[in-house]
């Protein structure tokens, strides 16, 4: 048996966490079976599920909490203690040198880097620059694999003109798909019980942070309001925003027309809800749930800054500028020409066109890890 670790941050629900699980979720666990880090001290959404498919949580303490070289040597002591492992899989962005030097002086053999992001909020000091530049020699050096969602996430992370091979965010289209006769009935009792009939419904799905750009959606929902009352939006996430925007809304009062619920297990639902998904984030590297929406045949109106990569061609997106104010997007929206899509089957043959098929990616990774 192959033995993985993917280095991560901690398993919540989010777009690459989203990646990983549909990978262990339908990977043969005779023959490649995962670990995963977490470096959070409480336990994560996922961590259940993982530790039910026979994989380990292990925690080691962030880089923020205890400095670069204590991170290193936590690493290097997780890989040595609980390995051995024939692949190393890092999800840490930049980060990966580090985890790549700690698993090649721990002698693993396959030592896999993988970029998810555009843009770095980070303040880009002297300093910062100069760790940036050494994690990204790191990565070259000491990795055997390079991976990117995208091309765009792979240049920002590795370097400009560097080699490396993209990934795209596959989903599994037997859960992420229109909705069936089975799926409608917990659609109708969502929608009875959140007062959603006759309504335009529109939702944003994302950690609340800088990122994802929610104070952007207040001002499409004011300017909205104003000009039609009669919609609901969706909320779906957490993070550490989520206080400060929840307020705003209530100081712009918008709370009979916004509906917050948390995280939730159920997305497939929600996206097949929901009318149209509004994602102005500030920059992402290929949103997951992005390519989830348009698997289900949702219509989505996001920002310029995220790759044109995210389009299936299913005629689903619409890129707008967040650099001109919200009129374009209310236009948008209120005007919006775009339907959605039933055809299970056009939607799947687009995916494997395009390269975001679950079975098709989970062989490319296999590959890797048994090289």
């Given at each position: 048996m192959v033995k993985v670790l993917q280095v991560h941050g901690g398993m919540e629900r989010g777009g690459t966490e989203s990646v990983i699980m549909n990978w262990y979720r339908n990977i043969d666990k005779t023959e490649i079976q995962f670990d995963f880090t977490t470096m959070q001290e409480q336990r994560c959404a996922y961590d259940d599920e993982i530790e039910s498919m026979g994989g380990k949580i292990i925690y080691v303490p962030s880089r923020a909490k205890v400095g670069n070289l204590n991170h290193f040597k936590a690493i290097y002591k997780c890989i040595k203690e609980n390995g051995p492992y024939d692949a190393v899989h890092s999800h840490m962005n930049y980060h990966g040198g580090l985890v790549a030097l700690a698993a090649k002086l721990a002698g693993v053999k396959t030592i896999v880097c993988h970029a998810h992001n555009t843009?770095?909020?980070?303040e880009q000091t002297l300093k910062r620059k100069v760790e940036t530049t050494v994690l990204r020699n790191l990565m070259h050096t000491c990795s055997t694999n390079l991976l990117a969602c995208g091309k765009e996430a792979g240049k920002f992370v590795f370097g400009e003109n560097s080699k490396f091979k993209v990934i795209n965010n596959a989903v599994d289209i037997e859960k992420f798909k229109p909705a069936n006769d089975k799926m409608n009935k917990e659609i109708k009792l969502l929608?009875?019980?959140?007062?959603?009939?006759?309504?335009?419904?529109l939702g944003h799905i994302g950690r609340f942070n800088i990122q994802k750009n929610h104070k952007f959606?207040?001002?499409?929902?004011?300017?909205?309001?104003?000009r039609n009352s009669d919609f609901k939006f969706l909320f779906i996430g957490d993070g550490e925003l989520k206080g400060e925007i929840l307020n705003s809304i209530k100081e712009n009062r918008l709370e009979n027309n916004i509906i917050y619920l948390g995280l939730q297990s159920n997305i497939n639902v929600w996206l097949n809800i929901m009318d149209i998904l509004v994602f102005p984030s500030l920059f992402e590297g290929l949103p997951v749930v992005l390519v989830e929406a348009q698997s289900t045949g949702l219509p989505c109106v996001i920002s310029d800054k995220i790759s044109r990569d995210v389009d299936l061609g299913l005629n689903l997106v619409k890129f707008l500028s967040i650099n001109n104010g919200t009129n374009i997007w209310v236009e948008e929206i209120i005007n919006n020409n775009m339907k959605k899509e039933n055809d299970k089957n056009k939607i799947k043959e687009q995916l494997k066109i395009e390269g975001y098929y679950l079975e098709d990616n989970i062989e490319i990774i296999k590959g890797i890890y048994k090289d």
């Open positions: 843009e770095d909020v980070t929608k009875d019980k959140y007062d959603l009939n006759g309504k335009l419904i959606i207040v001002e499409i929902l004011k300017e909205l309001k104003i």
